[in-house]
């Protein structure tokens, strides 16, 4: 339970689990405090990361947030990048990679739902090899959907996307699958 005494640790682990840019305004309302508050509470966390120790910052534009990495740390991380993007997709990627393959374009909390564990770092990984895109909803502007790349198709040898195997029929056992009246069983 989030309290006055644990607000800057809440703060911290949101900003850490949404991986992303957050608005204030979200931001505020999910720890449940005013959003007049929460540039105090932001400077203040700003101030416990500033310790040379510590490898985190924040980063905000008076609308949004977002935890990164200090720059000092920019080669470790470069090195760290090309190491990865040398070996292969592991299998969470590959799964992630399927899922939007097949259900593309897909909200990260759609994502999650159907993997049944947070994806944020499994999407880095992949939009940095260049296998999905990441882009905008239209619907919701706070909201990124992932998509396949065009260098996806490319590596698979495919005109497009539906060319899958068994695209339709996966496709369609999905949309089952997420229907309300599959969820629900004849006692509710």
Do not use: C, W
């Not at 540039?39 to 490898?55: I, M, N, T, V, W």
């Not at 770092?121 to 090899?129: G, K, P, Y």
């Amino acid at each position: 339970m989030i309290n006055s005494e644990n607000k800057l640790a809440a703060l911290e682990a949101l900003l850490f689990i949404h991986g992303e840019t957050i608005t204030i305004s979200k931001a505020a309302k999910i720890l449940n405090m005013d959003e007049k508050d929460f540039p105090a509470l932001l400077e203040e966390l700003e101030k416990g990361l500033s310790d040379e120790k510590r490898g985190l910052t924040v980063v905000y534009d008076g609308e949004k947030v977002q935890l990164a990495t200090k720059k000092d740390f920019g080669s470790i991380l470069g090195q760290f990048i090309r190491e990865e993007l040398s070996e292969d997709l592991t299998l969470a990627s590959l799964e992630t990679l399927s899922i939007i393959s097949y259900l593309g374009p897909i909200s990260r909390s759609r994502l999650e739902y159907l993997r049944g564990v947070n994806s944020f770092f499994t999407l880095r990984s992949l939009m940095l090899r260049g296998l999905i895109e990441r882009y905008q909803d239209p619907k919701k502007h706070n909201t990124y959907l992932y998509k396949p790349s065009f260098d996806l198709l490319k590596h698979l040898g495919l005109n497009k996307i539906t060319e899958l195997p068994e695209f339709e029929k996966f496709k369609s056992v999905v949309r089952v699958f997420e229907t309300p009246e599959a969820n629900s069983s004849p006692n509710q």
